[in-house]
């Protein structure tokens, strides 16, 4: 809902005002052209004896005659209020009820104010504790055996990282950009102290177990009918020069119809790289 309001002023006020919203549009003019004009143009201070082609002509500076006027103008309607972050549903609630103090026994409840409010509990790293039995069989009088459950295949043979420890490790370094020495610095405000190198061979290991996908994406990607392709640089570090990088690269074959992207890391860019990769390849590049 609206309302109008009426304003009534002198017709000197007008012009008054009138003058000053063109000296100010000029001033404005001004400003934009030493801000944005070619750098060749220099500012120099206006000399106040000498007019200049910018100068308001002095006839809206001059008095006249006085005249009342009157305009209606339409109020604007009252700021509305910020709405709330809809919080999604799918996140599941922990309820607190918090009842009012000093409730004599007869009253009776008629409904409920509920109130949800958006929380986060840190992500905390758990020990998973795998217990096997054994068990002493005796098969006769003379022989027993021992019966125990095999154990679960784990990620790394021999290692105590299980495998959501390890895709949180690759999904903080490639997805979120968090370095290894970052991670391990965050991992220490848990409480949890693990080395650098130990996060390396956990990386190592991982990268191993994910060269299955690598091919089965390979071969994917060979046989559509139309690819792109492209190398990019990147800095390497080798043991053959350990406080010095060297220049390697990258080679991207797109599928841009599958929305496919394959990387093959090679040492230059020559053709090497790219025979070898497309050497079954039959389509168009």
């Not at 604007?76 to 103090?101: A, C, F, G, M, Y």
């Not at 949890?192 to 061979?201: A, D, K, R, W």
């Not at 860019?269 to 497309?278: I, N, T, V």
Request: charged content about 30%; glycine content about 4%; aromatic content about 10%.
């Amino acid at each position: 809902m609206t309302s109008t309001e009426t304003i009534t002023i002198s017709k000197q006020e007008f012009e008054q005002l009138k003058a000053e919203n063109a000296w100010l549009k000029h001033q404005l003019a001004e400003l934009k052209r030493l801000i944005f004009g070619a750098k060749s143009e220099r500012y120099i201070a206006p000399n106040p004896d000498q007019p200049t082609l910018f100068e308001l002509p002095e006839e809206t500076l001059v008095e006249k005659p006085q005249e009342e006027i009157t305009y209606t103008r339409t109020k604007p309607d009252n700021k509305k209020q910020p709405l709330r972050l809809e919080i999604p549903s799918h996140l599941p609630r922990k309820t607190e009820i918090i009842e009012p103090e000093n409730l004599p026994e007869d009253a009776k409840k008629i409904g409920e104010n509920i109130t949800e409010v958006l929380e986060y509990e840190p992500a905390s790293a758990y020990v998973r504790r795998i217990v096997r039995p054994k068990y002493i069989v005796e098969q006769n009088d003379e022989e027993t055996r021992i019966v125990t459950a095999e154990l679960p295949t784990l990620p790394i043979p021999k290692g105590n990282a299980g495998a959501s420890m390890l895709a949180h490790i690759l999904v903080n370094k490639f997805v979120d950009h968090l370095p290894f020495y970052r991670q391990v610095q965050i991992f220490k405000r848990q409480e949890l102290h693990v080395p650098e190198s130990t996060i390396g061979g956990w990386f190592n290991a991982t990268c191993k177990l994910l060269e299955p996908l690598y091919d089965s994406l390979k071969a994917k990607i060979l046989l559509c009918k139309y690819l792109q392709a492209d190398e990019s640089p990147i800095p390497v570090l080798t043991n053959d020069k350990p406080e010095a990088t060297h220049k390697g690269y990258h080679w991207v074959y797109y599928d841009p119809w599958g929305k496919l992207v394959l990387y093959d890391y090679q040492k230059s860019r020559g053709r090497e790289g790219p025979d070898e990769m497309l050497k079954n390849f039959i389509g168009f590049l």
